[in-house]
């Protein structure tokens, strides 16, 4: 298994442009999310999904799009990136069928920096 | 969610055991405790999660008093590869789905 795939690994865009952050997981986990993490913080909930087609808003949606249409990928979409967009975001996964037991634990992946110029 | 509360940073010498406590005053009933580590430009990933009393595994052990407000993970004998931000997060894991937030954690510091 690859586990939790993030792409691209680094990105430079200009203020007003738009992307696709990209996320994929190979285990069949119902649940997807998208975090941003800023210098010396915690990671902030931007986006989650409990299943295809399903998604809900976190902590700091503004600016940020979702859709969820197969199982496996969970992209996230700026539609004009700001300066305060930079960050480094991440996408993790877990199976909501491990729910309530001593296994449910989010799968991260190696996360996307992301400037804005 | 409830809220969490713990030491921004602390430093341990190589070989001690490291103890961070994590408060959660509002923990709910339903909530479960988990614990994970994030290395710089790492994710965070998984170290331990438990209800109530002690859980351990072959990482580290975790303490959980009676009244769960508040708990506890013990890092044995860190060496410098435990270097690392904790982050302690308290939620409902059962039943419906789940907006789990992350606070600013605990950035352990390991001295040689």
């Known amino acids: 298994n690859a586990g939790v795939t993030q792409t691209p690994k680094f990105q430079v865009l200009k203020t007003g442009q738009s992307m696709t952050l990209q996320c994929a997981q190979d285990?069949?986990?119902?649940?997807m999310s998208w975090y941003r993490q800023d210098p010396g913080m915690g990671l902030r909930l931007i986006h989650y999904?409990?299943?295809?087609?399903?998604?809900d808003q976190g902590e700091v949606p503004n600016g940020y799009n979702v859709s969820r249409s197969t199982t496996e990928d969970f992209p996230l979409r700026l539609l004009s990136a700001a300066p305060s967009q930079t960050s480094v975001y991440f996408c993790?996964?877990?199976?909501?069928?491990?729910?309530?037991?001593?296994?449910?634990?989010?799968?991260f992946g190696p996360g996307t920096r992301l400037t804005v110029l | 969610l409830a809220k969490t509360t713990q030491p921004i940073s602390m430093d341990s010498y190589e070989g001690q055991e490291v103890n961070i406590t994590c408060s959660h005053n509002?923990?709910?009933?339903?909530?479960?405790i988990t614990w994970y580590q994030q290395f710089p430009s790492q994710g965070p990933r998984f170290i331990i999660q438990?209800?109530?009393t002690k859980v351990t595994n072959e990482v580290a052990s975790l303490f959980i008093p009676a009244d769960r407000k508040s708990s506890t993970l013990s890092l044995p004998r860190v060496s410098l590869s435990d270097t690392a931000v904790y982050y302690c997060?308290?939620?409902?894991?059962?039943?419906?789905?789940?907006?789990?937030?992350f606070g600013t954690g605990t950035k352990l510091q390991v001295i040689p």
């Open positions: 993790a996964s877990r199976s909501l069928s491990g729910r309530g037991t001593t296994t449910d634990t989010q799968y």
């Open positions: 285990m069949n986990h119902e649940y």
């Open positions: 999904s409990v299943g295809a087609g399903i998604t």
């Open positions: 509002n923990i709910a009933t339903n909530d479960y």
């Open positions: 438990g209800y109530k």
């Open positions: 997060l308290v939620g409902a894991l059962s039943g419906g789905y789940q907006k789990v937030t």
